[in-house]
């Protein structure tokens, strides 16, 4: 079991997860991010490692990203970076980014140093189930990474099955099938999607991402699945600030509803 | 054992290919990948294909002996003639091809990228002719320089939209293109405009385009009475025009295949689109294929003087025959191409596209024997490059 199989087994509910671009908006924020998110009551941390050519994200995370490329952040820098994760930050921690970066690493190499920093799991958007099955599962197993997948509303009930059989953490259920940023789809359609997906019973639990941005989407997130994830509304909120820091507290504060 | 060249069931040419794609991408790709093979072998598809193939788009083109050309390099140099088809290019018969196989799948709106505006033009061509809403995605730095092209994109009622994001050319708007592809799944189909992406999309285009070696095969027939050259030569960009060019060669192993990459100002300047030479191993664009990259993953902004060899990658088949050496990839500088162009335009009367002159420039490094039979793939015609010649050679 690692961090986050356990915290899913500790908390079933309202479950807060941010993500946020490494390197942005400065070098070195990497791990001060983490330990305010940690304080501030993030139930864990999705650290995305930058690609220059992010097809499944919007303008903020593309931005993002280019400034994290531009301010000299590669795996290589980020995994020196995460060296001292563990002294600092207890909650589990994924990193979520594209393949190439990844295949340029190397597969063994990044779980490795993944896994030696105590990283908990992998997202990769752009790594086919195939491929992955075939080629890179057995590696993640053997570092203890949970490997998550994403499930669309378009993603039928056979291939949801096949994904909850390969994932070992929890299913990354998009709010609708758009790219990052996008504002939340409210629609009744959506709804039923969510209520589909719960009533297949799933062995992983269900985190909701993309479009969630506020305490409302926040809220509605949670009347279908164990949690959400916020994303674009982060990094917006600590782009381009000198005190991005101070700024932390305040945002995951008002997700929560506790002030 | 004979190496094959072919795509397997898998979606690969042998390492290369593939689909990675995001989950939100899927329904798309997989419908079509389920079912193109079935549509375009539909004896209707087959019927309007043709049809459209030769009375819209002016097929077969001509295989040209071009004589004067054959006099200086000593060998039978053929001109295939893509440069006479409708809008000037190859890339009207993928266009063609996808826009019927769009409406079969009942898409109604289309959207594409395009770099030097010519698969932006033939999206748009086909868009008018078939009445569908057409977006086409472009970079802004490409915008400003190939401004006739958007022009004629916006007559034929399509909506040009800029691709901001990276470096502002070909990259990003096929980035965009996948964006936009994203957000709308169900009614909207992506014409690529290139043997590159997901699967099935080389494997489609490189059928769409193979018309190009199956005219040749039977023209030079009629011109030698063999349908083998010694060799046969195409620019690369995405690889389209190369992979159509090549297609019904491809097991014919005395037939030498040879494929002209741009290398710009020089393959070690870095400023070159040289992918077979400056290329990784790694996934561009949905497939796993070569790509000029940093140590680190982050795709290299190329460059050429052509802005349809100005690519980071080839096609995964493209990758995959030059690793068992099947093809020979060749980097030309642009001003080998440049020169190609205004030798072209001097010994024959035509004025080729920067792209295809590529291949052209090929010519004067291979030595040949007096009877070798040589066909070269003239992808498209010059006028779109006409600003660029005017400055070049201070015309
Ligand atoms: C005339 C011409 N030739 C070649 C190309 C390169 O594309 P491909 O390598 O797919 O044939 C282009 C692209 O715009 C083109 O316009």
Redesign the pocket.
Known sequence: MNRLTKLFSEKKENILSIYYTAGYPEIGATLKIAQALEKAGADFLEIGFPYSDPVADGPVIQHSSQVAIDNGMTLKMLFNQLKDLRQQVSIPVLLMGYVNPMLQYGVQNFCRDAAEAGVDGIIVPDMPLYECEELYKDEFIKHGLSNIFLVTPQTSEERIRKIDSLSNGFIYLLSSSATTGKGLNQSEEISKYYERVRAMDLNNPLIIGFGISDKVSFERANKFANGAIVGTAFVKTIGNKEDYLSHIPEFISKIKGSN | MKTNYRINEKGYYGDFGGAYIPEMLYPNVEELRSKYLEIINQPDFKAEFESLLKDYVGRPSPLFLAQRLSDKYGAKIYLKREDLNHTG???INNTIGQILLAEKLGKKRIIAET??G??GVATATVCALKGLECVVYMGEVDIERQAPNVARMKMMGAKVVPATSGSKTLKDATNEALRDWINNPVDTHYII???VGPHPYPEMVSLFQSVISEETKKQLVEHTGKDQPNYVLA????????MGMFYHFLDDENVKLIAAEAAGLGVNSGHSAATSVLGKEGVLHGSRTILMQTDDGQVVEPYSIS???DYPGIGPQHAHLNKVKRVEYVSITDDEAMQASLLLAKMEGIIP?I??AHALAQLEKMTFQKDDVVVVCL??RGDKDLATFMKYFNL
Request: with cysteine; glycine share 26%.
């Open positions: 290019a190859h890339k770099g030097a010519q698969h405009g290139s043997v620019c690369v960009g995405g690889g389209s025009n190369a802005a349809g060899l596209a792209e295809s992808s498209g």
